[in-house]
């Protein structure tokens, strides 16, 4: 059983940064892609941020210049850096991992459980 474990949500000021942690854990043979997205009341789930294995990152627009993903291949671990937040960048954000749990499977995508980032004075 595989499991992906945020931590780092919160709530902060307009202009202020949090630092968003994802670590896997269970039975996991090899990571491909892992990412992180965001979903706002009311809408859908996009993604925010993803890298690969050998750390090719992919940012959505909104978010380029502000936002840093980073991983530690050793611990299973992705990141989020986010800086100079805003009121829009508000919602629950998700870590999502693309994994095989044994070498003879398949990739799947696991989803963590959210945590809320809430940007307000």
């Known amino acids: 059983q595989v499991q992906l474990v945020e931590s780092g949500g919160g709530l902060v000021q307009p202009g202020g940064s949090l630092r968003l942690s994802c670590a896997a854990s269970g039975k996991i043979f090899s990571i491909n892609a892992m990412g992180w997205y965001l979903q706002a009341p009311g809408k859908q789930r996009e993604l925010v941020a993803s890298i690969t294995r050998g750390g090719t990152t992919n940012y959505a627009d909104s978010v380029k210049g502000r936002f840093t993903i980073s991983r530690d291949n050793a611990r299973d671990a992705v990141y989020l850096q986010m800086n100079s937040l805003k009121p829009e960048d508000t919602a629950v954000y998700y870590c999502?991992?693309?994994?095989?749990?044994?070498?003879?499977?398949?990739?799947?995508?696991?989803w963590g459980q959210g945590t809320q980032v809430t940007v307000s004075s």
């Open positions: 999502n991992a693309n994994l095989s749990a044994n070498w003879y499977d398949g990739l799947t995508n696991y």
